[in-house]
């Protein structure tokens, strides 16, 4: 059942930034009079249509004006994108035959330059005027809340640890880049080619310089820096079998063992299930010896105080500038991303993933919220994706459009056909390599 939650969550969210990345060409086409041939979600592999405004008998029999349009609207059967087939353009479909013909003036490449360009950025456009709108209205709404890297201390992994940082750790600068959003610190650290982190250990500044080598590890390891929560109680979850618990209670030992965060306690929880324990904790500056009856789930039954969690509240002339800064610090996050990918030495290609990685951040549970937050993501993901400048993406035919507006030279169309062809190769090829990613890491 949760697979299947998942799954339908995918291939909503892939439905509805498609028809938005296309509506962007689509749009801009129509504006300049260029002729669009077809509008499709998913594409028609060989023909094989789900559905189409021209060829679908029922929907030509109810809706029969529809099949004299020009432009064929439909849904293709392999959900891994879609297009808008625009006339006079050499795209994926690669139909050199019409391109013999005599140029017509609703054709894209009778089309000037600068018109042309904004034809294929239409696309990325959308994307990102969508992910601004998202934001613009979540801030509005629900604000912006936040884990704070101010005040708060790390728990680190294996790999964290093996590059230097500890726990308890209070990360204060990566460079000169002081980070403020907590759950961004691992993105940072790869991100910013960081080669020196400050931290406060204790009463001490410690320096951490960082192995650049290592940041391949980096990318393909969750959880470098988890939130270090002090066992402080912030109240009984229902039927709580330790009653006696109040709020503001810190549980600092567990039989023999000192307890500074939460993540001491699980392994001591966990060996105990179902038993009780010997437990300090320290109320109003004393410290109690309390027993703690532990359950068949390895869980005392309560909610712990997060410390540092921060909100921001937006009127909506105020989530306007808020959500175009967000939105445009995520793209700028997402193009260091690309530069990492495309350094082989940080080994970042092995975190590329696919549908399959796509479909594991949603949740196995339907959370409007999220869904809407996720699908601003992905679209602003899309977006920088679609700038990469390989020839079978929009980055590619953007780059031939500059090109030409800058030396005055067009390049010819059996180029452009040729260099569709290696696009489209280097694009499988990454699809590969995406999808061999997922499947080692489901393995793994």
């Not at 099949?67 to 879609?82: A, F, M, N, S």
């Not at 393909?220 to 709580?240: C, H, K, Q, R, Y």
């Not at 989530?319 to 793209?331: E, N, Q």
Request: aromatic share 12%.
């Amino acid at each position: 059942m949760i697979i299947l939650i998942k799954t339908l969550q995918v291939i909503l969210a892939l439905a509805i930034l498609i028809i938005i990345h296309e509506l962007g060409h689509f749009t801009f086409a129509k504006i300049f009079k260029i002729k669009v041939d077809k509008f499709f979600l998913f594409f028609d592999a060989w023909g094989v249509k789900l559905f189409s405004t021209k060829t679908t008998k029922w929907f030509v029999k109810l809706f029969p004006k529809f099949k004299d349009y020009e432009t064929e609207y439909g849904i293709g059967w392999l959900p891994l994108g879609g297009y808008c087939k625009i006339n006079g353009m050499v795209d994926e479909s690669l139909d050199m035959q019409s391109l013999k013909k005599e140029p017509k003036p609703w054709e894209f490449r009778t089309k000037p330059a600068w018109q042309r360009l904004l034809v294929m950025a239409g696309g990325v456009l959308y994307n990102f005027i969508f992910a601004i709108a998202v934001y613009i209205v979540m801030f509005s709404i629900w604000g912006d809340t936040y884990l704070s890297n101010s005040g708060n201390k790390i728990y680190v992994n294996n790999l964290a640890y093996e590059m230097g940082f500890r726990n308890g750790d209070r990360i204060l600068k990566f460079d000169d880049y002081e980070p403020k959003d907590f759950d961004m610190l691992q993105a940072d650290l790869a991100r910013r080619s960081v080669k020196k982190a400050e931290v406060l250990r204790g009463k001490d500044t410690v320096d951490i310089y960082i192995d650049r080598r290592m940041i391949g590890q980096v990318l393909n390891t969750p959880n470098m820096f988890g939130l270090a929560v002090p066992f402080v109680i912030d109240s009984l979850v229902e039927n709580s079998p330790n009653t006696e618990l109040r709020s503001g209670d810190m549980i600092t030992q567990i039989d023999t063992e000192k307890i500074a965060y939460v993540q001491d306690s699980r392994a001591v929880f966990k060996s105990n299930k179902g038993k009780r324990v010997n437990a300090k904790i320290v109320r109003n500056g004393d410290t109690l010896d309390m027993a703690l009856q532990v359950d068949t789930s390895g869980r005392i039954g309560v909610y712990t105080q997060i410390p540092g969690l921060k909100k921001q509240d937006y009127s909506i002339i105020q989530a306007i500038p808020a959500g175009l800064k967000y939105t445009l610090s995520s793209i700028g996050g997402y193009v260091r991303d690309l530069k990492l990918v495309a350094t082989p030495s940080t080994e970042a290609y092995k975190s590329l993933g696919s549908f399959i990685a796509i479909g594991q951040v949603f949740p196995a549970k339907w959370n409007w919220l999220l869904f809407i937050n996720l699908l601003a993501i992905l679209s602003i993901m899309l977006g920088v994706m679609n700038l990469i400048p390989i020839p079978g993406l929009d980055g590619g035919h953007i780059l031939f459009t500059i090109y030409e507006m800058v030396s005055g030279k067009k390049p010819s169309e059996s180029f452009l056909a040729a260099a569709q062809i290696i696009g489209m190769l280097l694009l499988l090829a990454l699809m590969v390599l995406a999808f061999g990613n997922d499947i080692g890491r489901l393995i793994k």
